[in-house]
């Protein structure tokens, strides 16, 4: 067997060239082997909304179930509005009527309103005029009660005419009372008996005539005192002026007031009622806003489309300003934590694509590494391998986009963060 036997400058070439290739490689001249991807599994996440009430009220309705799907918009739950309704027609009837005033100090001057101050202003004149009458003469009496005599002797001569008819009053109940006693003597004839009757009757009458002119009489007297203390005595003139004195001031008074209604009844619109008004009807607006707002709270609605994760409230029970109603999960993206080992950390950037798979669905879903944990950790305790516990671990957080909805939070996924 023929046997080649290797020269020394063979030799000596080859590990030359061996050398030369290892300082290449160090000096990273060279490519070196191609790291493959990272890999780890987790859990499917999403951003999870508290739904609360802002006012506290009695639940009317749930219209939502535990993993149901909802929309932006979507009534989730309402509140008993009914000590809301009647407030809502007191609030609507104020604003009415602060527009219909705003509109009745714009138009300015009516006719009728101006028809009807003037038509008070002339039964305010009229009053005070005769006021003023009263007043003059009950002072002329307290300085003159002269006109009073004429008086006096109308009411002497009344009494002495009322004296006279009393005394013949009297004589003519005497005559018949004389004439029903000779009558009842006399009763034998039925004629007799008859003018026995009309003796009687007289008799009555003529007592009834003596009580009427006696009254007369007493009637007459009374007025006559009446006068002569009247005409003796002033006090009561006094207390009469001074009465007619303040009814006139208040006569006057009323004339005043009469005529302010009629200049505010005939002056344009002035520029600070226009304003009062205007921000009568916007504090009457602005109390039904406030009220729309309060209402709008008792609905609750979905603020963006999502997943029913928890439901907490029930028709019938009471929900407390800020208690948690409901929690609603974010579809639209979703996210996945793993936990690379360190010494493949280094592998891993934001900003990497990501591969992500379910069980459930035969499907590679795109994903993007949007955090890396600045610290280590060591292995969570759902790491199968003793070995493997521990290790230093760094969280990483991959997100993916979901517009269809089917990465649910609570599935377990797999990943690989590609190169």
Do not use: C
Not at 339 to 352: A, D, S
């Amino acid at each position: 067997m023929t046997r080649y036997l290797k020269s020394p400058g063979a030799f000596l070439m080859k590990r030359t060239i061996l050398l030369s290739l290892l300082l290449l490689l160090a000096a990273g001249l060279l490519p070196a082997r191609a790291a493959g991807p990272v890999s780890g599994s987790g859990t499917i996440e999403a951003e999870t909304i508290v739904i609360a009430s802002e006012t506290g009220g009695r639940i009317r309705a749930v219209h939502v179930t535990e993993g149901a799907e909802v929309a932006a918009g979507d009534v989730l739950v309402e509140l008993d509005d009914s000590l809301l309704t009647a407030r809502r027609a007191e609030l609507e009837a104020a604003i009415e009527t602060a527009k219909a005033n705003l509109a009745a100090v714009k138009a300015g001057p009516r006719p009728e309103e101006i028809a009807v101050a003037r038509a008070e202003l002339a039964q305010a004149q009229t009053q005070k005029g005769a006021a003023y009458r009263v007043w003059q003469q009950a002072l002329k009496m307290v300085k003159d009660p002269q006109p009073l005599l004429p008086a006096i002797r109308q009411a002497e001569a009344s009494v002495k005419e009322a004296e006279g008819a009393v005394e013949q009053a009297k004589i003519a109940v005497r005559t018949a009372e004389i004439q029903a006693e000779a009558a009842s003597r006399n009763q034998s004839s039925h004629a007799a008996l008859v003018g026995y009757d009309i003796a009687k009757k007289q008799l009555e009458a003529t007592r009834i005539g003596q009580q009427i002119t006696e009254a007369q009489l007493k009637l007459a007297q009374v007025q006559l005192a009446f006068l002569w203390e009247r005409y003796t005595n002033p006090i009561p003139f006094l207390v009469q002026a001074h009465q007619a004195e303040s009814a006139y001031h208040i006569a006057e008074a009323a004339v005043a007031v009469a005529e302010a209604k009629l200049a505010a009844a005939s002056a344009p619109p002035r520029a600070e009622d226009i304003a009062v008004a205007e921000a009568q009807l916007r504090q009457a607006e602005s109390a039904l806003a406030l009220f729309e707002a309060q209402e709008r709270q008792l609905t609750i609605t979905a603020p963006r489309d999502g997943l029913i994760t928890t439901r907490i409230a029930d028709p019938g029970e009471l929900a407390l300003p800020g208690a948690t109603l409901l929690t609603l999960a974010d579809l639209d993206r979703v996210t996945l934590t793993v936990f690379i080992p360190e010494t493949q950390i280094g592998q891993v950037k934001v900003g990497q694509p990501a591969r992500v798979t379910i069980d459930s669905v035969s499907r590679v879903f795109d994903g993007t590494v949007t955090f890396i944990a600045q610290e280590a950790e060591f292995t969570p305790k759902n790491v199968q391998t003793q070995e493997e516990r521990v290790n230093l671990v760094f969280a990483v957080e991959i997100t993916l986009d979901n517009p269809e909805h089917i990465l649910k939070p609570g599935m377990p996924a797999d990943a690989e963060i590609l190169p």
